[in-house]
């Protein structure tokens, strides 16, 4: 085959993935417009009741998880320490925060299916 039925096929593709990264752009934004104006003190206080947990933490577009102890959270960002390491995550982008599950002998499990 020649070279110029494969461009427009690479076209097409390069055309997908932006429109699909835009789209998690716009998502974003309108996530935190909504949680400035309603202000995000729920997330906050349930994000209080997990500190000194060792948690996951799921941020809105389900491509990244955090893990680690919370050691405080103020208004807009979570303080996790994984492996000796701090690490700040914005309050705007969680969804999601559990503690980590534990096997029956109370050892982290090793494989976390969500």
Same mark, same amino acid.
């Given at each position: 085959m020649q070279i110029s039925t494969y461009i427009p096929i690479i076209v097409l593709f390069i055309i997908i993935y932006i429109s699909y990264r835009s789209r998690k752009v716009i998502v974003a934004k309108k996530i935190i417009k909504k949680r400035k104006v309603e202000d995000n003190t729920n997330m906050k206080e349930l994000a209080k009741g997990f500190i000194g947990k %060792?948690?996951?933490i799921y941020s809105f577009d389900s491509s990244r998880q955090f893990v680690g102890v919370i050691k405080e959270v103020s208004?807009?960002?979570i303080l996790v320490e994984n492996k000796g390491q701090i690490e700040a995550i914005n309050l705007d982008f969680v *969804?999601? *925060?559990? %503690?980590?599950p534990k096997n029956k002998k109370g050892k982290n499990k090793s494989v976390v299916l969500d």
């Open positions: %060792e948690c996951l208004d807009s960002a *969804i999601r *925060i559990r %503690e980590y």
